[in-house]
């Protein structure tokens, strides 16, 4: 067995780089995910994706990535 054995760890899918190729902003990423996410815990139906998992922010995320949900900025605070 060796002492310094190598680990792989992989991170989140679909990867951020992807992510952000589908909106302008980190924060943006977070808000939209998040409100995505309490939607699907709410109930509302998924749209049809090529991965689904258990987790809603995962498939909020992967609707993001896939194009299936998108959003604008409101400027009614203006």
Do not use: F
């Not at 792989?8 to 679909?14: A, G, K, L, Q, W």
């Amino acid at each position: 067995m060796k002492a310094n054995a190598t680990v792989e760890m992989s991170m989140v899918n679909p990867s951020t780089d992807a992510l952000m190729q589908q909106v302008d902003s980190r924060y943006g990423l977070v808000v939209l995910a998040s409100r995505r996410a309490r939607q699907l815990l709410a109930g509302e139906p998924m749209k049809p994706l090529q991965h689904h998992s258990t987790k809603n922010v995962t498939n909020a995320l992967e609707e993001i990535l896939e194009g299936k949900i998108s959003y604008k900025i409101s400027k009614e605070n203006q």
